[in-house]
């Protein structure tokens, strides 16, 4: 990867953050997502499954629609996803089916993330790119549950 | 499992069945969805990804908002969906992070189905029943695709 696609992958990620710390304000686990195409934000979400109480309101998951309604297409192809953590195998196969060019994460999550259960969750000509400002997206979470606790 | 409740389960799939030929009228795939608690229906859906124009729009996920919106609860203990084919990754995923008790498919779906990527994808509490009215469930996809190509 050049050296200019990893700064952009920073800035992208520090606006992930930055949706991420809005959910921790609300009392949401903090995870933040944005999506970029032809290095424009499409989309940007944080986690909602308490305010909304539902399970499938994950900040991917609404970045996707929202992207999607954005380009009044239901492929995002040309797209990056910047997501502070590693993405749940609902997040992950709702790219799949989406058909992203890229998914760039944060935080690794040993548990819950997709990888665990299947790299094949994801679509095979997705490129993923993982550990980018993953310290301050692990953070995060942990001073969330530590506040909470 | 006794013979009411197999009976109950063929009236509930009908329910889904009726979902699937009401995306099929509006060029959906046609697959439907219904959440029953206490032996009642609380959430219809069917497959809306064309029409949304957004890939998560799949009835089951459809389905869970909604009955996490009836109940005011992202949990859908001693809940049941009813879904005329096997659900996705995604779906299965989204129904593991909704507790749901109790998940009952009519037709497998051996290319896209949860249980050829993982079967753990669905919460180990749920309990799974597979081929209620799988013949109807599959024939309306069959004629559809028939009719499209």
Redesign the interface.
């Known amino acids: 990867m050049d050296r200019t696609l990893e700064n952009n992958d920073e800035i992208y990620m520090r606006e992930a953050l930055r949706e991420a710390q809005a959910a921790a304000r609300d009392g949401e686990i903090p995870i933040g997502a944005v999506i970029v195409s032809n290095g424009v934000i499409i989309a940007k979400a944080h986690n909602l ?2 305010q ?5 309101a994950h900040a991917e ?1 609404l970045a ?2 929202s992207a ?2 954005y380009l ?4 995002l192809t040309r797209c990056t996803l910047y997501v502070t953590v590693e993405p ?3 997040c ?3 790219l ?3 058909q992203i060019d890229r998914v760039v994460y944060g935080a690794a999550d040993p548990k819950r993330g997709y990888s665990r ?2 790299p ?2 994801l679509h095979p000509k997705t490129e993923i790119s993982a550990g980018i400002l993953q310290d301050e997206c692990s953070a995060i979470i942990t001073e969330f549950f530590k506040k909470i606790r």
């Open positions: 499954t308490e909304l109480q539902d399970t499938t998951m996707i629609t999607t309604n009044g297409s239901k492929y749940c195998p609902m992950a196969a709702a799949c089916w989406s259960f299947s094949s969750l």
